[in-house]
């Protein structure tokens, strides 16, 4: 292992990440995609775990979290979208640039599925193992949830981000802080039924309120397996919340699983649970389906 390597995002942006396994030794290189605002050490365990079975393995933090972090987030002018069209790209570059030969697969926990479909690199990846990816629709969430994420967007959000010149994601329990224009979006992705889709135009092309050009997306690229992986007590990648995430995947052949914690034997899973050493028993299952897929899907 590797424990940090660095690399430049598309735009020269400096991202840091670790690296798992031998690349001469592996069978499968895979990327790792993580939710938002949770640094990549909250998945060691898991990428050692794969590791161990023969991938090459990389994780890293977007732009504005962890290592990828500069020292004042208030200097920080990343967006959203950034994390899918700038810095997804420039891992896959790294990884593959480290194992040429290597099949190459993602898992995309929540914003790290969707970010997915914003890289002009998706073609190149062979099956993707999805685990709680869906929409943050606030009317999607069950109960109480919903008016809290709404009050989170409309008043919080854009009160805290003002007077602090970065949104303090900890107080709400929504991992690391966030750059301003990363919770901005973040925040009117979130308040648009068709969630991100709201912002792409007939050419598939971005128009974000920032009036940034940004674009198009790729998810009609993604000609490969996915495996969804959802938990009954998850409040955001709700029953109301995930197909209409996947669904922006229109080429790709999904196979939807929903879990309840009864079956990985707990009382509760939810929206980061799956990556905890709790449920490592679930990993082997699902990461062989990605090594199986890798060898037999050819990207098209």
């Known amino acids: 292992m ?34 938002t605002g949770i640094p990549r050490g909250f998945y ?59 099949p190459l697969v993602a898992v995309g926990h929540s914003t790290g599925g969707q970010q997915l479909g914003l890289s002009d690199r998706v073609s190149t990846v062979r099956a993707a193992l999805f685990v709680a990816v ?10 109480f949830m919903r008016w809290q994420n709404l009050a989170l967007w409309r008043l919080f959000a854009p009160v805290c981000t003002r007077v602090l010149g970065y949104f303090p994601s900890r107080l709400f329990g929504l991992g690391e802080n966030l750059p301003v224009g990363v919770a901005r979006e973040w925040g009117d992705w979130c308040l648009q039924p068709d ?19 940004f674009g198009p997306q790729h998810f009609e690229d993604a000609r490969f397996p996915v495996r969804s992986v959802n938990f ?13 995430l996947l669904a922006m995947y229109t080429r790709a052949t999904i196979d939807v699983q929903w879990h309840h914690p009864k079956s990985f034997n707990t009382q509760s899973v939810g929206h980061l649970g799956f990556f905890r050493k ?8 699902h990461l062989l389906w990605l090594q199986a897929n890798a060898h037999t899907n050819q990207c098209i």
């Open 44 to 102: 060691r365990r898991f990428c050692q775990r794969a590791a161990e079975l023969g991938f090459l393995v990389l994780s890293y933090d977007y732009r504005g979290i962890g290592g990828s972090a500069p020292p004042s987030l208030r200097k920080c002018d990343a967006v959203y979208r950034d994390w899918g069209q700038l810095d997804l790209p420039a891992a896959l570059d790294f990884l593959q640039a480290e194992a040429p030969e290597l």
């Open 232 to 244: 009954e007590d998850d409040p955001i990648s709700s029953k109301k919340n995930v197909p209409p």
């Open 278 to 285: 709790a449920h490592a028993a679930q990993w082997d299952a």
């Open 195 to 213: 969630y991100m889709a709201a912002y792409f135009d007939e050419t598939g092309r971005y128009t974000p309120r920032d009036g940034r050009p």
């Open 134 to 143: 869906s929409t943050g629709y606030w009317r999607g969430m069950p109960g």
């Open 2 to 35: 590797r424990e940090s390597v660095t690399f430049a995002g598309l735009d020269g942006y400096p991202l840091e990440g670790s690296l798992y396994g031998q690349p001469h030794t592996a069978h499968t290189a895979l990327l790792m995609n993580s939710a």
